[in-house]
């Protein structure tokens, strides 16, 4: 009787809860309303994992259930590079599905894409468990970057870190029930717990982990069981399961951080930094060889730091010594303190748990993208940053994955008799990549890594002028025929594939570019059609009946968009720009308010907050929001401009030339660039923030600063480029 009084008691707790309507459904997958034997990706689903203010969410889909009759379902699950980061729709879960629609015509083809930023094994194995349902054939898993700072690593911040299997399995379960929920919001309360919102991969700064930390023992156990128990229910649900390695860019990606070890004296470490930064200046003036005798010498004193390895990578690579190279990029890599790669372990461990577990089979990607250039070093040709494809990294991944499930699909007859694999060119233009995505996705990708941590990185300077180059070529493309191709190519794929809810997410800002907005409108309209729950569509349809300046139109789609989530930091934005121009100024007020309460370096919401108090008479508060503006992003040219005129009005001259000054250099560099208006702005186009799109927040994943959650990207802010560019030109 002791026992069961408080079982009935939780029981009769938990049943009130559930009867009240308190709480959100734990699964992966919900009935979809509109269709019936549907199911519909759960953007509630991360809430098991992440705090309320830092909650990721996968891309949305429609799965029917059962399998439609000959199918062939593939299920992908991974963290951001799985999921496509920095743009899904050109993923290689998007390019294998491509691949194998041409293989198999006569059969119906999808590819379930399950992956989130900033999930690791422990959030990948609950996710499986939901997919029983699916009826799927094949299970590809890519995963492995995220083991230490993602969910219960011992680097995370979303939580406790390496606690014991059965503590996290348990804690898991709990946030099943809602008494767990009621409970997880409560301990939520508790201020320092975790970061107050989503600051991308710069939240991890301060949890470095040496590679001889005692607590990785634990994150590696746990990686080979819960690979090992995915796998096995796999087998248990019918799929063939591919466990894929975990590439990453070892040349041209940097260590994040380094240091040397503790057993290390004090006169050992001092002249380990003599000799270390002799060598530095040494190869900073291009002498190599006296930088790789320095860097020998600081070696023999200590060889476990990062960046020593990866300088002697560089310096032998540059030697032609590429096989002697590829052994220090290595060395570097697993010597990172800030571990956003999967190391060397990692993918030992799973290739052990593919090799070990049935009805599994080994995709050594690291392997082959090693094999794919002299001496075994990946990087830039592969990679936009540390682990995040480029279109040909996608294009790779997605080949090796494909030509597994052929090779699974059916016996050797019949494999000879399949139509051949399209061409890259082909994948490609089935999906919609163009010059256009092409040039926006390098644009992002240099905001990102001009970010913590990557701005940390020895050879940031060098890889900024390269990527620079690169883009500066790649403009050369963007003219009006360019973008009235892109147009005709998404008619053309869009009247084919009517349902394919990325291809409209391309589309509308093409249309919007172009000059077509109302076309514009009708895409986003059909994408809250086809997904009501996808908030981030709601959001894209609200701003841009803002940019045509229809403001009480735009308020109805915005608040729909933060009815599904509540603390969005753009829709906040954009609704208080809806706001100001119905001149409900105070509610303005507090949308810009609550947009940097989620988001405190959101610079734009800052400027338009600003704007608003000087309308309201309040030149001091304006100034200084602008100011806040600036701290958060100074590259934001309409907040230093803002600033400087505030700082006129005000009689403080000599303070208001360096935003001046800010404004002069940053035009200088590039004359498309875009300067503040005098009221708040219609609607520049979703911000692209400190870290980029607020779509793809990822730490393994990126270096964004999104809302508290990982939606769709910002795509109206493409349409602000291309027309920067075209004016331009």
């Known amino acids: 009787m002791a026992v069961l009084a408080p079982l009935l008691f939780l029981g009769t707790f938990e049943l009130v ?15 979809d309303p509109e269709k019936r034997d549907h199911f519909l990706v759960n953007g509630q689903f991360g809430r098991r994992f992440f705090p309320s203010a830092l909650v990721r969410t996968a891309q949305p889909a429609r799965v029917a259930v059962p399998k439609p009759r000959g199918g062939l ?45 900033a999930i690791n094994s422990h959030v990948v194995l609950e996710i499986a468990r939901d997919c029983e349902a699916l009826e799927a054939d094949f299970w590809v898993v890519y995963l492995g970057n995220n083991e230490v700072h993602g969910p219960f690593g011992c680097g995370t911040v979303f939580g406790a870190q390496t606690p014991p299997r059965w503590v996290i399995r348990g804690n898991v379960a709990l946030k099943r029930t809602r008494t767990g929920q009621l409970l997880q919001s409560v301990f939520e309360k508790v201020p320092g717990k975790a ?49 894929g390695t975990a590439a990453v860019d070892l040349r041209d990606c940097a260590p994040f951080a380094s240091g040397l070890p503790e057993g290390l004296s004090r006169e050992e470490r001092a002249r380990w930094n003599q000799v270390f930064n002799g060598a530095v200046a040494a190869q900073t003036r291009g002498n190599h060889e006296e930088a790789l005798s320095g860097l020998r010498l600081a070696a023999s004193i200590s060889d476990r730091h990062a960046e020593l390895q990866h300088r002697l990578g560089i310096l032998k690579l540059e ?58 070093t990946p990087g830039e040709e592969w990679f936009y940053e540390h682990v995040h494809f480029r279109m040909a990294g996608n294009d790779l991944v997605a080949r090796l994955f494909a030509s597994q499930i052929d090779a699974l699909a059916g016996n050797g007859a019949s494999r000879s008799q399949r139509p051949p694999w399209p ?93 077509r907005s109302e076309d514009a409108l009708g895409q986003w309209e059909a994408v809250t059609r086809m997904f009501p729950s996808h908030f981030a ?66 610079a734009e919401a800052f400027h338009n907050w600003g704007l608003v108090l000087a309308r309201r008479g309040d030149g001091n508060g304006a100034m200084g929001l602008y100011g806040r503006a600036v701290a958060a992003r100074p590259d934001y040219l309409p907040a230093q401009q803002s600033l400087g005129e505030a700082l006129i009005k005000a009689g403080r001259h000599s303070e208001a030339e360096e935003p001046y000054r800010q404004v002069a250099r940053r035009l200088a560099r590039d004359p498309s660039a875009r300067v503040k208006p005098r ?22 994943g990126s270096g964004e600063r999104s809302g508290p959650a990982s939606t769709p990207c910002p795509r109206g802010g493409l349409a602000g480029q291309m027309r920067s560019a075209l004016a331009s030109k």
């Open 17 to 31: 809860l559930r009867l009240s309507g308190y709480g959100y459904d734990p699964g992966f997958f919900v009935p």
């Open 73 to 117: 379902r593939v299920v992908v699950f991974g963290g951001s590079a799985a999921m496509g980061d920095p743009e899904p729709a050109f993923g290689f879960p998007r390019i294998l599905e491509t691949l194998l629609q041409a293989r198999f015509p006569d059969r119906p083809v999808e590819v379930i894409n399950t992956a989130m930023t």
């Open 195 to 243: 970061p107050a919102s989503w600051g991308g991969m710069e939240m991890f700064l301060e949890q470095r982990v040496a590679a001889d930390d005692p607590r990785l023992d634990r994150v590696y156990a746990h990686l080979r069981r819960n690979v090992e128990e995915i796998a096995a229910l796999g087998m248990d649900f019918g799929a063939e399961v591919l466990i």
């Open 319 to 376: 030697g032609g010594r590429a096989t002697e190279a590829a052994v220090h990029f290595e060395a570097a890599r697993d010597l990172d303190l800030l571990r956003f790669r999967a190391d060397s372990r990692i993918n030992a461990l799973l290739r052990e748990a593919a090799r070990a577990a049935r009805a599994s089979h080994l995709v050594d990607i690291e392997s082959v993208l090693r094999e794919a250039r002299p001496g075994g």
């Open 423 to 515: 061409e890259p060119g082909e994948c490609a233009r089935s999906l919609g990549f163009t010059r256009w995505h092409e040039w926006e996705l390098l644009r992002h990708m240099q905001k990102r890594l001009a970010q913590p941590p990557f701005s940390a990185q020895w050879n940031r300077e060098e890889r900024h002028r390269r990527l620079q180059r690169e883009e500066e070529t790649l403009r050369s493309d963007v003219t009006p025929d360019l973008l009235a191709e892109a147009v005709a190519l998404y008619a053309e794929r869009v009247n084919a594939r009517p349902e394919d809810l990325f291809l409209r997410e391309q589309y509308a800002p093409l249309l919007a570019a172009a000059g």
């Open 537 to 602: 569509g709601w959001h894209q349809l609200g701003a841009l009946l803002n940019r045509q300046r229809r403001w009480a139109e735009a308020e109805t789609p915005l608040r729909r968009c933060l009815e599904l989530q509540s603390a969005y930091p753009p829709a906040l934005n954009s609704l208080g720009i809806a706001l100001s121009h119905l001149e409900r100024l105070e509610e303005a007020c507090e949308a810009f308010e609550s947009a940097v309460k989620a988001d405190p370096v959101y």
């Open 679 to 700: 009221a708040v702005a219609p609607e520049t186009g979703p911000e692209r923030r400190r870290g980029g799109r607020a779509a793809r927040s990822a730490f393994a």
